[in-house]
């Protein structure tokens, strides 16, 4: 299992524990940002970065992702693309997307996204606090163990 961050939105507080996780494990976590950023210097982690522009970073998760690897991001189209690879999702919050719910997220993206173009003032996401950070350290831990058990 390789490890895909769609970094340009992911906390550093989640950059941080994904790539110690990585390098505990040694495994490979590939981050991938339109901008350079500092990571933890390890054979296992690093950062690989795309020309500014839309979706650039996901675009390239996409084409390099595959059957099993771990992608973590809270977009939600590409989480669905990646799912269709049978990729798995985890989000910087630490809530797992699956064929199961990913087709409710779209929905309700696509209609948050009408509500805010109508004019409607909808808020962002809380801002990420330390039960967060846990939550997704678990979840984490949880599914590279898993991993690690399958090989």
Not at 115 to 143: C, I, V, W, Y
Request: charged content about 25%.
């Amino acid at each position: 299992m390789d490890i895909w961050v769609d970094a340009d939105a992911c906390p550093v507080a989640i950059r941080e524990i994904i790539a110690k996780a990585a390098h505990k494990r040694a495994m490979t976590a590939t981050f991938v940002a339109n901008h350079a950023f500092s990571l933890l210097s390890s054979p296992h982690v690093r950062l690989y970065q795309v020309p500014g522009g839309f979706d650039e970073a996901d675009k390239a998760i996409e084409q390099r992702v595959s059957a099993g690897d771990l992608v973590i991001t809270s977009d939600i189209p590409l989480a669905a693309d990646v799912i269709a690879k049978s990729a798995l999702v985890l989000t910087s919050r630490g809530e797992r997307y699956t064929q199961n719910n990913i087709k409710q997220r779209l929905q309700m993206r696509d209609f948050m996204e009408t509500m805010r173009s109508s004019g409607a003032h909808t808020g962002g996401p809380p801002a990420l606090n330390l039960t967060d950070r846990k939550h997704f350290s678990d979840q984490l831990d949880r599914l590279l163990t898993q991993a690690q058990r399958e090989k």
